[in-house]
């Protein structure tokens, strides 16, 4: 099976397409569209929905690495929702206070159970 290209990426730094797939890592050019569609990231909005604290759950040969990513995501992200209130703890507790909405997960439950 042949290899499949490296999608597009954004360039964090200049907000331009770069392609690996031809053999280039410069900043494209890109079309009028392109320019018009993509933005720094420091533009971007980051919004993170934990359904569990993936430092806790993870093996133990990668909890640093998760623990490293979800401090980062925890202090990028606006806003930082949680499914429930322990985990909306466990989260503060680790990384530190900040506000985190909790919205637990829906249940529509019918009228009458069997």
Known sequence: MPARPAPKRTSHRCAAITSRQHGSTAPSAGSERTR??????????????????FS???????RA???????RV??????V???SL?????????????EIE???????WPEHLP
């Open 36 to 53: 018009q569609h993509v933005r720094p990231a420091a533009l971007r909005k980051l919004v993170y929905e934990a359904h569990e604290v």
């Open 56 to 62: 806790d759950t993870a093996p133990p040969a990668k």
């Open 65 to 71: 690495r998760q623990f490293a990513m979800e401090s």
């Open 74 to 79: 925890l202090r990028t992200a606006t806003p």
């Open 81 to 83: 929702i949680a499914n």
């Open 86 to 98: 322990p985990t909306a703890e466990r989260l503060r507790e680790l990384y530190g206070e900040r």
């Open 102 to 108: 909790v919205l637990p997960n829906g249940v529509d």
